[in-house]
């Protein structure tokens, strides 16, 4: 990886949580390019633990969508939480889908520290790191496709 393809990586700026009469809520998520982008997703769940965090993962993915102009769609699969040695972590599965048609899914996970929110968000950009990486650092279009045609085989 070059020093120019991390600079370019899309990192995590906030996350929001608002609760909502009838159990609901909504969470909302802002991502932001080194140069000072930022993208917006914001996304309505169930009031619970779990329906936070799959909020909080569908805002990650409508901002990464937007980040790169929806050249690509991001449909969460699921999200579940896990205890291992006294630790709680949030595990993500995404599928992926360019606009030809091509599907992948991806899974990422973080540990969920005192921000779980922030935590669904890391889960979300660990899933799909290599994967913005190659739609973002193109050289051309059909390049990336190309690119990213390759990394799924």
Known sequence: MTSSEVSDRIGFRESKLEQLPNNRCRARVVLARPEG??????????????????????????????????????????????????????????????????????????????????????AVLKATNRLMGNVIVKPSDSEATDVIENEIR
């Open 37 to 122: 982008d930022e993208f917006a997703g914001a996304a309505q769940g169930e009031d619970t633990e779990r329906g936070r965090l799959k909020s909080t993962v569908e805002a990650t993915a409508r901002a990464l969508e937007k980040s790169v102009n929806d050249e690509i769609a991001l449909d969460v699969q699921g999200v579940q939480t896990i205890t291992e040695s006294h630790t709680n972590i949030i595990v993500a599965l995404l599928e992926y889908r360019l606009l030809g048609g091509m599907r992948q899914q991806l899974v990422g996970s973080c540990i969920i520290g005192k921000q779980p929110a922030q935590s669904a968000t890391f």
